[in-house]
């Protein structure tokens, strides 16, 4: 399971003050609120930012950390994720998961090829109008399998599989 999961990207300075506009990639921008720090992904590893000001402007947060105050301190985390910890994530309803968690999980079609064989594995999952759908790396070939109760047959966190229904014309 995933440790650290991305809640938006550092994508330009705001001031001179060392302010940082930050594009969330989280459902709730509000969580900025609540947080008192973030990871920011450096090619050497994860480094701890500390929040000491939060606030909104459009559609980006603005966020000032501990010990940055000047424009140039900031410069060199423009454009790199920004990450909490599992346990600052969103909370889970009953039957959710954490997209994060199911990437590379394996995919196994009830209706195509041999059942008890790996299908394919899933490369991404994003939400459309209306529901989410799967992208599944089949043979070398993306399949798009919506996230239905049509196609999805069972999800499995613990074990990482979806057990699926290739309706027609998806493949």
Same mark, same amino acid.
């Given at each position: ?17 060392g =302010? !940082?506009?930050?594009?969330p990639?989280? *459902? ?8 008192? $720090? /973030? %990871?920011?992904?450096?090619?050497n ?11 909104m402007?459009?559609n ?6 501990k ?19 599992r346990e =600052? !994530?969103?909370?889970l309803?009953?039957? *959710? ?8 999980? $394996? /995919? %196994? ?6 059942p008890?064989?790996?299908f ?11 529901n ?23 999800k ?16």
């Amino acid at each position: 399971m995933v440790e650290h999961f991305r809640v938006g990207y550092i994508a330009n300075t705001h001031g001179i003050k060392g =302010d !940082a506009k930050v594009y969330p990639t989280t *459902e709730d921008v509000n969580r900025f609120k609540k947080l008192k $720090k /973030v %990871y920011v992904k450096t090619k050497n590893g994860l480094e701890t930012l500390e929040i000491t000001k939060v606030s909104m402007i459009k559609n980006m947060v603005l966020l000032h950390f501990k010990g940055i105050d000047d424009i140039n301190d900031l410069l060199k985390y423009k454009g790199l994720d920004l990450l909490v910890d599992r346990e =600052d !994530a969103i909370p889970l309803e009953e039957g *959710e998961f954490y997209i994060a968690d199911m990437i590379g999980a $394996k /995919v %196994y079609a009830d209706n195509y090829g041999d059942p008890s064989e790996v299908f394919g594995t899933v490369k991404d999952i994003f939400p459309t109008g209306a529901n989410l759908v799967m992208t599944v790396d089949h043979e070398g070939k993306e399949v798009l399998i919506p996230m239905i109760d049509q196609c999805v047959l069972e999800k499995n966190v613990e074990e990482c599989y979806f057990r699926v229904h290739i309706m027609d014309g998806l493949m």
